[in-house]
């Protein structure tokens, strides 16, 4: 038991809303994701359908079943919940405090859920472990508009041939919405490049067919798609640099956060430390189009 376990009462769903609202009960759904096990679950819901209610009832539920759910009373801190922006989050914390109080009564020393955005979360992973893979814990992070100047400086002062007809300006805005997405997928400059080559040779070695506008020549669209991916090579050396000068510089971004804490979660001090601190964890409106973001949390 910690030092700040609140001691549970074991009431259902129902008993706990009533205490917070007597003329709001839970509908059938709600009454059982807040009185799920603590095996994995999915829930699916719209807006509008009473999500955050929802999340805010399942910590309370958390903390006063939790001799049974955990075999010892726990403190609400113990409670991790990650929602995708700030504003969410900081609705889900006061939603969660006001709950929290109806439940077990005022007490400004108790703590309250850890409730934070999937980027702040692995930022502070990365603050904190860091150093365990050379990471700077004290690495800025960039502003859009930092981002932009440094992909300015990288194309501006870029000496090598880019094979592409694209205008700077389209190639200072790509150069980092394009690394960002990368790291999102875990796809690496190189590979990037790789596979880019080797889809141009083989649409070059397609047999050319005759009546097209200029004889001998690629179709017009396959020649659009060529021209698309020799613009995706340029963009491969150009991210590699300005990754580069990032790590010089010993800043980051919000996607190198998630990257970064996605390899920390790899090793196994770092799992230990990060499940000794939650008993249970809560992700809203979860992001599975980021590879980065399936990998931190599956590897803790």
């Known amino acids: 038991m910690t030092a700040f376990a609140v001691a549970g009462h074991g009431r259902t769903p129902d008993e ?33 359908s009473g999500k955050t209610e929802t999340l805010s009832l399942r910590m309370a539920y958390l903390v006063d079943n939790a001799a049974r759910l955990f075999g010892t009373d726990i403190s609400p801190d113990e409670i991790l919940c990650l929602t995708f922006t700030r504003k969410a989050a900081a609705e889900i914390a006061d939603r969660a ?64 041939d880019l094979r592409t007809d694209a205008a700077v300006s389209t190639l200072v805005a790509a150069v980092p919405r394009l690394a960002a997405q990368a790291r999102d997928h875990d796809v690496a400059a190189a590979a990037l490049r790789g596979w880019c080559l ?56 919000f996607s190198d956060q998630v990257q970064l804490a996605g390899v920390l979660a790899a090793l196994p001090v770092v799992q230990a430390i990060e499940r000794s601190r939650y008993r249970a964890v809560l992700l809203d409106e979860f992001q599975d189009s980021s590879m980065a973001q399936i990998d931190l949390f599956e590897r803790l």
């Not at 205490?19 to 709600?30: G, V, Y």
């Not at 009546?211 to 491969?236: E, I, Q």
């Open 16 to 48: 706990i809303a009533h205490l917070i609202d007597p003329a709001r009960p839970l509908t059938s759904e709600q009454a059982t994701i807040v009185g799920a096990d603590t095996a994995p679950m999915l829930v699916v819901a719209g807006a509008g």
């Open 198 to 253: 080797e889809t141009l040779a083989a649409i070059e070695s397609l047999p050319r067919r005759t009546g097209d506008d200029v004889p001998g020549t690629l179709p017009g669209d396959l020649r659009r798609y060529a021209g698309k991916l020799r613009s995706l090579v340029a963009l491969a050396d150009l991210i590699e640099e300005y990754d580069r000068r990032k790590r010089a510089g010993s800043t980051i971004d």
């Open 97 to 160: 405090a006001v709950r929290m109080d109806a439940v077990f009564g005022a007490d400004p020393g108790r703590p309250l859920p850890t409730v934070a955005t999937y980027n702040a979360f692995a930022g502070s992973l990365t603050s904190e472990h860091g150093l365990r893979m050379g990471v700077d814990p004290d690495s800025m992070v960039l502003t859009d508009a930092a981002l932009w100047q440094l992909a300015s400086s990288v194309v501006d002062s870029w000496t090598g």
